[in-house]
């Protein structure tokens, strides 16, 4: 049973998919798969923004980290 294992999940081949988008089709009809189409590009879409936006907000605090390091090696030292 383990041997066969890697060979359930392998790469899959052309008829196999054309077999997986078959299903599909005849599950959801073909008027409905544009509409989901369009949805998971939107949900992509969502998710790519919001991952810029934690990126950016990111790499901001490592600005102002960074320029209150400098302040502090700026200040005078008080004895």
């Known amino acids: 049973m383990i041997a066969v294992y ?32 369009q949805g998971l590009g939107k949900g992509v879409k969502s998710f790519k923004k919001g991952m810029q936006e934690v990126e950016d907000n990111i790499k901001d605090v490592a600005k102002e980290l960074e320029s209150d390091a400098s302040d502090k090696e700026n200040e005078p030292k008080q004895q």
């Open 6 to 37: 890697p060979l359930l999940f392998g790469s899959l081949g052309f008829w196999e998919i054309l077999l997986i988008v078959l299903v599909i089709v005849l599950l959801f009809g073909g008027k409905k798969i544009p509409e989901l189409m």
